[in-house]
């Protein structure tokens, strides 16, 4: 079975420039799809098709593939399916994915399915700055904005080099100014999706860090409740608004951000209202749209960064205030230590690979719609959210980049909350639901606290919850039973700090790049979004006007039954 070569893999993605540029089409066609369907018959898979699919009988299900018996039978399980991210002397992550429905086959041919699709061809023309997003032409260059020297990167790309580093200096610095200056107590981010959830993510993550005279806070949602909430604990003179959007244009932010300039305006009988232009930041491609607005200060963004991957750039503007430069820098720097990982590392070696492969496998032939995310650690409370974005806006896809709809399952949702609190709340369906649904555990080996009590409880937690889904327990009672057998992933970080953090965002970046170039599917757009924000803005104006002409009975009859009550 194993005839995958790595060496052969490499050679195609070293030559040939053609796979870069074709995006490769559905992975259903390769010859190692079919074999995957074959192996997947040895592994319990959820059935889900419409209509029911027979349960299968005791008999078949004592001859699945089962986690306690892999275990038993092969010593060395864990020692093959678990890679560590070493960096100079010291391991930044650990990935064990020894508990997961996976053997040695059906790896092997994970990999030859990922080079028959050219994923490290295609990797390779992400770091060359091919425009690998072809449906908008643009490069995938986030990548860059962690690069710390000129000389690392291709020649062609060192003056879009040069300008991002001066982009980067300027808000750093710009970073250091805010955090001098007391007068500044709050800062409120105005952004959202990927011009939210990473520094919101980040800040929590990292709040040992961050300092400790200012306050954060961030309005993403157009509900007008969220930026009241804000603005009632405020004061315009020691507050910095940073608006932060790429286009400049979306709804939620340009009427936050429109809603937040009239309160500055009016506050205080207007005492304030000529400092607009230093108490409002904006972080955008469209800088001449920040000054019109009277923004003094403006960052600029570049189309090569998608919004959900643009932390690591001046979106990333709050959290370089909470952190400070040199941290904010670590936080880069760290993430470019997985980004050499991520190019270098042979494939059976290299984690994103792995995790991207496996997120294959489990989507697309297991029938796991679903992955939930279960990190134990109360800092990292909002990487579920965050993941949500970067995943599903990423690979939520149903059709190829060549434009041909896909007869296969791609992203699974992903959802979660801090371990232990997703324990005495959903863990019983993960435990005992009809489905079986994958857990992906994150722990941190050393904590921030001194309690080292509360820190051996939760990891214990941790690793029973992963013991007690593969383990189960029998009871004759079904109602008793767990039945076991289910799958995980634990992935371990010796500390979070801002170097780990930005390793550990960028695995999971990588990891969906590895997934979405095996679906091949473009990752980098998102026309999906787009339908509802065009609706939304032909129906905005009904309410006023309470014209409902032309729209279906339910929607019609929703919108007056509002304007009634409002
Ligand atoms: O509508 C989706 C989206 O375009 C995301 O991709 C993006 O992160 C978010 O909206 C915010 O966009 P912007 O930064 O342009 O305001």
């Not at 997985?338 to 270098?344: A, N």
Request: a negative charge; proline letters at 6%.
């Amino acid at each position: 079975m194993n005839v995958f070569s790595p060496e052969r893999c490499e050679a195609q993605a070293a030559s040939s420039s053609a796979v870069v540029c074709t995006p490769p089409g559905a992975a259903s066609r390769q010859p190692e799809w079919r074999l995957l369907k074959e192996a997947a018959a040895r592994f319990p898979v959820n059935r889900v098709q419409p209509g029911g699919v027979p349960l299968p009988s005791s008999a078949e299900r004592a001859a699945l593939f089962d986690l306690r018996t892999a275990f038993a039978r092969d010593a060395g399980r864990t020692a093959r399916l678990s890679r560590t991210f070493v960096h100079g002397d010291r391991w930044l992550a650990h990935v064990d994915f020894s508990k997961t429905h996976i053997d040695d086959d059906v790896l092997t041919l994970l990999h030859r399915l990922a080079c028959a699709q050219g994923v490290e061809a295609r990797r390779q023309a992400m770091f060359a700055g091919e425009r690998i997003n072809h449906t908008e032409g643009r490069r995938v260059m986030h990548w860059l904005l962690r690069e710390p020297v000129e000389a690392g990167v291709a020649e062609p790309l060192q003056p879009l080099w040069r300008e991002m580093d001066a982009v980067r200096t300027a808000f750093l610095d710009y970073a250091e100014r805010v955090r001098d200056d007391a007068s500044i107590t709050d800062i409120v981010n105005i952004g959202i999706g990927g011009s939210d959830l990473g520094p919101r993510m980040a800040i929590e993550a990292l709040a040992p860090y961050g300092h400790t005279g200012k306050r954060f806070h961030f309005v993403s949602n157009v509900d007008g409740d969220a930026l009241h909430d804000v603005l009632a604990r405020v004061e315009p003179a020691h507050t910095l608004f940073i608006v932060a959007s790429k286009t400049f244009t979306t709804l939620e932010t340009m009427t936050n951000a429109a809603t937040a300039m009239a309160w500055f305006r009016a506050a205080e009988d207007g005492r304030h209202a000529d400092r607009l232009g230093e108490h409002f930041v904006g972080i955008t491609t469209r800088v001449e749209s920040a000054h019109a607005l009277g923004m003094r200060q403006a960052f600029p963004m570049w189309d090569w960064v998608g919004g959900r991957y643009s932390v690591w750039s001046a979106v990333g503007l709050s959290l370089a205030v909470a952190i400070g430069a040199t941290r904010f820098r670590e936080f880069l720097a760290g993430a470019h230590a997985m980004d050499r990982h991520f190019v270098e590392a042979p494939a059976q070696d290299s984690l994103p690979m792995q995790l991207g492969l496996l997120d294959v496998w489990r989507s697309s032939f297991l029938g796991h719609a679903s992955r939930c995310m279960a990190p134990y650690a109360q800092m990292l409370q909002r990487f579920p959210a965050y993941l949500q974005q970067l995943e599903m806006e990423s690979n939520g896809k149903r059709s190829s980049a060549c434009g041909e709809l896909l007869d296969y399952a791609t992203c699974p949702t992903v959802w979660g909350e801090p371990g232990t609190n997703g324990q005495h709340a959903f863990f019983e369906m993960l435990h005992q639901g009809p489905q079986v649904l994958p857990v992906e555990f994150i722990a941190v080996c050393r904590p921030q606290h001194p309690w080292a009590l509360h820190h051996e409880l939760l990891l214990a937690n941790a690793l029973a919850q992963a013991q007690a889904l593969m383990l189960g327990r029998d009871d004759p009672d079904p109602q008793r039973c767990c039945p076991g057998n289910r799958p995980s992933t634990f992935i371990l970080l010796p500390e979070l700090t801002p170097f780990t953090l930005g390793t550990l965002i960028a695995l999971y970046e990588h990891r969906v790049f590895v997934s979405g170039a095996v679906w091949g599917l473009n990752s980098f757009d998102q026309f999906g979004v787009e339908l509802g924000k065009q609706l939304a803005s032909g129906l905005a104006p009904r309410f006023s006007s309470g014209d409902v002409q032309g729209l279906d009975a339910s929607t019609a009859d929703l919108l007056t039954r509002m304007r009634a009550a409002m």
